[in-house]
């Protein structure tokens, strides 16, 4: 079945510290979104990225959809960067897969 | 800014009781889903509406059951609830199936 991975699994940086977090699809995809959680928090939406580069701040997401990946850059992370970040391919089938998350703690 | 509102935030029940949770989006989407997190984190769907119709049920225990009034509402009536129904149970609304999906803060159940 349609598989997303994400990579790392869990990273944890220094403040100001760069992460490359990366997912990969499985099967042919329409389009991906990026989404941000903090512990028990909502589920944001972090980049609606079909294809290209997006850039909003710190953060950079880049997909390539021929490939079947995606990737988030996060510059100078910060300690409020902390949280889990999932990635999730929207297969043309009325419903999104999800990986498993990237868990991310930034330390002072 | 939320425009996915989910009802209740929390719930704590026993075995064998029924829940039902409620979800309204002000987006103007046709298309309504509900996800199951568990506590690892990971998030599976479990139903798609699309115009109040049904378009995605994922092996879903029967118990389970959706119902929608109109396309800006989809709630979840849980007939029985048993402790692997713990869970974040997050709705989330979309145009036509995709592309961009908006979520709600989720509804966090606890059977005991």
């Known amino acids: 079945g349609q598989q997303v991975q994400q990579s790392p699994t869990s990273l944890v940086l220094q403040e100001g510290e760069n992460a490359e977090l990366q997912c990969n699809f499985s099967t042919s995809l329409n389009s991906m979104q990026w989404f941000y959680q903090r512990p028990g928090g909502s589920l944001i939406s972090v980049f609606y990225?079909?294809?290209g580069t997006k850039q909003s701040g710190r953060l950079t997401s880049t997909t390539v959809i021929k490939e079947r990946r995606s990737s988030l850059h996060i510059s100078s992370s910060q300690i409020t960067d902390s949280g889990t970040y999932l990635c999730a391919m929207d297969a043309g089938n009325y419903k999104y897969v999800f990986g498993a998350g990237t868990r991310l703690k930034v330390i002072a | 800014e939320t425009a996915v509102f989910q009802t209740p935030n929390y719930h704590v029940t026993q075995v064998g009781n029924e829940v039902s949770f409620n979800c309204k989006q002000t987006l103007g989407h046709d298309t309504m889903y509900w996800y199951k997190q568990d506590s690892k984190k990971l998030l599976k769907i479990m139903f798609s509406y699309n115009n109040k119709q049904l378009i995605v049920n994922e092996t879903v225990p029967r118990r389970f059951s959706p119902q929608s009034s109109d396309k800006a509402h989809l709630n979840l009536r849980i007939k029985s609830v048993e402790p692997e129904d713990s869970a974040v149970y997050l709705c989330?609304?979309?145009?036509?199936?995709?592309?961009?999906?908006?979520f709600g803060k989720g509804t966090r159940l606890t059977v005991v």
């Open positions: 990225n079909p294809s």
């Open positions: 989330a609304s979309s145009l036509m199936g995709g592309p961009e999906v908006f």
